[in-house]
């Protein structure tokens, strides 16, 4: 983000010299970017395994904080493997190092002097440091910049689903022993997931033999891969673990699945609060989807309900009810009544994508 639409781009050097530098590459899903100057002879730090930081390590984070010149400040690591909840390759290095405007783009070194991670990103509501200060770890950048210098890009994996995090409510409406893995909420056409058999409802719980704890960590898992890659998924569907080979492609125009993060839900009955209406052609136009598609659209969600604190808003369209499908009101009472885990799963289509919602219905 510091470089992003520039037309001229200059390093200035601790010792006030000067040089012009040329954008080799970007890559937005990393906030990450490789500038080159003709230079030669310059100290370089040396880049550690940052996958071997843990919290209460000394960091300390280099920068030019306001523009007032080059400065250090000293910490710890207070988290490791966050995310803030964005669709981007995220699994920041935490630290309550003093990092400020101007910080972006500079070290995060451990005691010793070796690269740890890349101060990008503040968490305050003044801001200015508030002690909660995110850095991109220097093995995903060291990865990402060295595919945008040997090729000038970089090619992700593209497994080619919507996903999103397993609440609790949806770990009971799915019958799963816990809230770990990735729920896939909608499957590209023609991708690689649909041509495996993957579908919508389906949990993915092992990459290869490693564990998916949530949504991101799948995330991070495939954009790490190369494209062409064959993987082995283990999905729970319908209760029962099955396995399958994928092969991966390429994650076309800078884009993967997505994560909806969703809300809890309360004790109320499912649909207290909200108006529903069936599908016309013409009420099908209005919310802008084709004509012949089926469901069941929401009108009014009142905001303290059960559904809105689970996510369901106005606009929304109930295509599922407990893995039924659904062309009426009467259709989403019945299968809303007939629950057996004291929950309805909604499968809804929200603004052209499609995800899971668990309503409590008690």
């Known amino acids: 983000h510091v470089v992003e639409a520039s037309t001229d781009i200059k390093v200035l ?11 080799v590459g970007s890559d937005s899903k990393t906030d990450l970017a490789v500038l080159k100057i003709e230079q030669t002879g310059l100290p370089a730090l040396t880049f550690a395994d940052s996958s071997k930081v843990q919290v209460g390590d000394v960091v300390l984070a280099v920068g030019n904080p306001f ?14 493997g966050r995310g803030l909840g964005g669709e981007n390759y995220e699994d ?12 972006s783009g500079g070290a995060l070194v451990s005691a010793e002097g070796r690269l740890i991670g890349i ?5 305050s509501r003044t801001g200015g440091n508030q002690g909660v200060g995110f850095a991109i770890p220097s093995s995903m ?101 099955r396995q399958y080979s994928v092969t991966l492609g390429e994650q076309p125009s800078d884009k993967l699945a997505s994560s909806n993060v969703l809300g809890g839900a309360s004790s109320l009955r499912a649909l207290d609060g909200v108006s529903l209406e069936a599908l016309t052609p013409d009420s099908a136009r ?45 259709d989403v009472n019945r299968y809303i009544g007939e629950s057996p ?14 995800r899971y919602l668990a309503i409590p219905t008690k």
């Open 141 to 241: 950048a060291r990865n990402v910049t060295d595919q945008i210098i040997h090729s000038g890009k970089v090619s992700r994996a593209f497994l080619g689903v919507m996903i999103q995090p397993i609440t609790a409510d949806l770990a009971k409406a799915f019958k799963l022993s816990k809230s770990e893995g990735a729920l896939i909420a909608d499957v590209n056409p023609a991708s690689p997931a649909e041509r495996a058999g993957l579908k919508p409802g389906d949990v993915v719980t092992k990459v290869d033999d490693h564990a998916v704890a949530d949504s991101r960590a799948l995330r991070l898992m495939v954009g790490e891969m190369s494209p062409g890659k064959t993987v082995q998924l283990a999905v729970v569907r319908d209760g029962m673990e």
């Open 13 to 23: 050097l601790s010792d006030s010299r000067e040089f012009a530098a040329r954008l």
């Open 341 to 354: 885990t004291g929950t309805a799963l909604l499968f809804v289509n929200h603004e052209g994508q499609t």
């Open 119 to 123: 101060n990008t990103a503040i968490m």
């Open 286 to 330: 209005q919310y802008g989807l084709t004509r012949n598609m089926k469901g069941v659209a929401v009108r009014l969600v009142a905001p303290d309900s059960a559904a809105a604190k689970a996510g369901l808003e106005a606009g929304d369209v109930i295509l599922e009810v407990n893995r039924h499908p659904v062309t009426s009101t009467e």
């Open 92 to 103: 920041f290095i935490q630290t309550d190092a003093a990092i400020n405007p101007g910080n």
């Open 67 to 80: 523009d007032v010149g080059q400065g250090v400040s000293m910490g710890i690591v207070s988290a490791t």
